[in-house]
């Protein structure tokens, strides 16, 4: 060992030791904050499923490839980070001998090869990234990007070392060439060897440029042991863990949709009927009320801001990005932390739990942060402002997106819950409509006995659960379809379709009350329960005897269909829900069902949020809609060409934003009943997009999006051009061009 070995190989070590101490500091500072959080003990159910799901979307990058070239490079990037940190190790033999390399396997040719192409692809992944970051960056001309609000230069620094180490390990390997000490062939490693040729034949020069390896390794380690909350770098261990405890490790997309999680109080659903505010905790009021994955879920945002670049209320001028309020709650989390640490906390009466001897040596800001308000203006001190937590429409654009399953929907409502059930601190209009449901089992406030009032001038009975031995199906008809005008068209549609196809249904009648979906996504989980232990039990007594195969339901609502099939499950109903759109598909690829008639004037199709996202529905609305529009030419599962420009006479016409990555039409999260006061109108945005695809019907699939975008359509003063219009009347259309006007849906006025 010479000289240059000599120094090098302290100063690697002195490095390496300090970074692994601050590291393993930094670890247990964050392990200590996150267990600050609530109990949630079914995330440790399903082993093997969620180590199975941890394993495909990491390796596989499921998540991050839906952004083909971002999450190709993005690929490359991470297995390099895994694989090249052999390379790392082997600097360490590197530092101490020109000639060192790793034991056993430090000499294989597949190996040598193997290190070389990945370096190459990993580092032109890095600059891929490197350009995507600086061409979106927030201060770019042209508007939002989905960077605003992170901290830039933490990207730029992460980026940054890994090239540096990239470039690094063609430099060691190229003095290796230079000086004849390097094990593998030209066509193996052509790269390095190309390197190799420019520079010096120095044995001095390997060691030292591994050193320099080690440093930059060690300095990037340091760096983010210093600053627990630097997520973007952070991520690269804990993605691993907040993806394996996501809540449903069975989907393979968007674990935190469809259900919310039911409220819980020390990791236990609460029972409403012995529930205690003193005792037990009422949705969220303090950060570490939080369960632990929820604290986990916080520490492991990337800040990539895909989740910012999908939502609604961000896109429209509203105060709320999902990405600055998690990072908001991370930041709030960590710098309460030596106040949680040292015993403080708030009781559920608001009383200090911690002594004065235990916070009298606690920093005075982490004193200042607890007594900052969880949901608070600025002038309040607040955390999050309500703004921030009402501006959310729980469409799941957040969650879909996020590629470390970070459940955005459920902490929001969360947070809800407390401001309803304990502060009764909501929108005031919204109030209106949850003395509704609590008063008159509907959120419109409508009679009871109308419930019935829409099979009105049907040319055939409509039967009810009791008057008929036996039927296939209970058409859950909602409140909307019940009681709204424009939905009564689509539910007189449904029926008069399923009695065209020959299926047995029966309805409930004025038995129905509301599935309790505006009262769950406001926060008010009592009214929710009210109602869904109501028609849990009238359910259960229409399908008694039945096993859960036959217990079928059919909705026109996604908001309904959500509740009565993933949510009514916790409250002891198991039912088989289908979406009308679903059950009309089979029917016409079943020939129960024959378009006729086609559909003029060219027909773009509206996701709904709690049908597609949500739910996983995309093929068969759109299966109805190509059979309806070809008129029964197609094959009967979509025969019409499916066009994603503007313009056409005819076919189905694609908005830009579909799919699992729709946008909104504003009403979820029981934004329906609340006023729209900041930026654009989310609806209107819908509009405009529905509308430059050149199509004369726009085809829902859900009474909320019908009502808000039929309103978009008269705001923009369009009616006379462009129709809204469910799915259901578009086939009935075609299936029977005579319907009557009571049966069919009318165009909008203009």
């Known amino acids: 060992m010479g000289s240059v070995q000599i120094v090098t190989t302290i100063l690697a070590a002195a490095i390496t030791a300090v970074a692994v101490w601050l590291a393993v500091r930094a670890v247990m500072k964050m392990l200590a904050v996150i267990r600050q959080g609530q109990p949630a003990p079914e995330r440790f159910t399903d082993r093997g499923a969620r180590t199975k799901a941890m394993l495909v979307e990491t390796v596989g990058h499921t998540r991050m490839l839906k952004w083909s070239v971002v999450g190709a490079a993005h690929w490359f990037v991470m297995v390099g980070f895994i694989v090249l940190s052999l390379l790392v190790l082997e600097a360490y033999f590197e530092v101490v001998s020109p ?22 692809l990993g580092t032109v992944g890095i600059l891929v990234l490197i350009a995507i970051r600086v061409r979106n960056r927030p201060t ?105 405890f996501k809540r449903d490790p069975r989907k393979r997309a968007g674990s935190g949709l469809g259900a919310l999680r ?17 005792s037990d905790q009422f949705g969220v009021a303090q950060v570490e009320q939080f369960t632990w994955k929820g604290l986990l879920d916080f520490s492991t945002c990337t800040e990539c801001g895909r989740c910012q670049s999908q939502c609604p209320a ?28 040292a015993g403080g906390g708030k009781d559920l009466t608001g009383e200090e739990k911690a002594t004065a001897a235990q916070l009298a040596h606690v920093d005075v800001l982490a004193l200042a942060e607890a007594d900052k308000p969880l949901i608070g203006t600025a002038e309040e001190g607040g955390v999050i402002d309500p703004d921030v937590l009402w501006s959310c429409t729980t469409c799941g654009a957040c969650v879909e997106q996020c590629p470390v399953d970070i459940e955005h929907v459920d902490h929001i409502v969360d947070m809800r819950r407390y401001q309803v059930l304990i502060e009764s601190s909501f929108p005031s209009e919204a109030g209106v409509m949850l003395r509704n449901l609590e008063n008159k089992g509907n959120p419109w406030g409508a009679p009871q006995n109308t419930r019935e009032d829409w099979t009105k001038g049907l040319d055939f009975e409509v039967p009810r659960v009791g008057e008929v031995d036996d039927f296939e199906y209970l058409f859950w008809v909602g409140c909307a379809g019940a009681f709204e005008d424009r939905a009564k068209k689509t539910t007189r549609a449904v029926a008069t379709l399923l009695n065209e196809a020959g299926v047995s249904f029966a309805i409930l009648g004025e038995g129905e009350t509301c599935s309790g979906d505006p009262a769950r996504r406001i926060g ?107 008129g029964g030419s197609g094959d009967g599962r979509g025969g019409a060409a499916v066009d994603s420009g503007a313009g056409r006479d005819s076919g189905l ?98």
């Open 140 to 244: 770019r001309p042209g508007g939002r990007s989905r960077f605003t609000g992170s901290t830039m230069w933490q990207g730029y620094f992460v980026e940054g070392v890994v090239l540096s180490v990239l470039i690094m390990g063609f430099v060691i390997r190229g003095f290796k060439v230079a000086t004849d000490h390097f094990e593998y062939p030209v066509w193996a490693t052509p790269v390095s060897h190309a390197v190799g040729a420019l520079l010096p034949a120095s044995p001095a020069g390997v060691s030292i440029a591994a050193l320099v390896k080690i440093a930059i390794s060690m300095t990037w380690l340091i760096v983010i042991a210093l600053n627990v909350t630097m997520g973007v770098a952070w991520h690269r261990f804990l993605a691993f863990p907040n993806i394996f």
């Open 653 to 750: 016409v694609e908005m830009p934003r579909n799919s699992e990555r729709s946008f909104c039409c504003g009403a979820g999260g029981a934004r329906m009943w609340m006023e729209e006061r900041i930026g654009k109108r989310i609806n209107v945005d819908r509009v405009e997009e529905a509308m430059s695809t050149g199509a004369k019907t726009v085809a829902v699939g859900c009474p909320f999006c019908s009502t808000m975008l039929n309103d978009g359509v008269n705001g923009k003063g369009a009616g006379e051009q462009v129709e809204v219009v469910d799915v259901a009347s578009v086939l009935l259309r075609s299936v029977k061009p005579d319907t009557t006007a009571g049966q069919q849906a009318e165009p909008v006025a203009g």
């Open 524 to 630: 008010n989980e009592f009214v929710f329960q009210m109602l869904a232990q109501q028609n849990v039990e009238t359910l259960n007594e229409a399908f008694e005897g039945r096993e859960k195969a036959k217990r079928k339901i059919v909705a026109t609502c996604p908001h309904c269909f959500n509740t009565l099939g993933n949510e009514y499950g916790q409250l002891g109903g198991e039912f088989e829900v289908v979406h009308h759109t679903q059950l009309l598909a089979h029917l016409v690829a079943t020939g129960k069902l024959t378009p006729v008639q086609p559909v003029d004037g060219g027909v773009t199709y509206h996701d709904p949020c709690y049908l597609g996202r949500h739910n996983r529905v995309f093929a068969p609305p759109r299966e109805v809609l190509g059979s309806a529009i070809g």
């Open 99 to 120: 000639t060192g390399g790793l034991p056993l396997i430090g000499g294989l040719t597949i190996y040598g090869l193997a290190t070389e192409l990945i370096a190459i």
């Open 314 to 341: 961000w896109n429209t001028g509203k105060p709320l990005s999902p990405k600055l309020l998690v990072l908001s709650l991370r930041d709030h989390a960590y710098a309460k932390a030596p106040y949680l640490l």
């Open 262 to 278: 039911p409220m819980t109080s020390q990791g236990k659903p609460l029972d409403f009927e012995e529930a205690d505010p003193e």
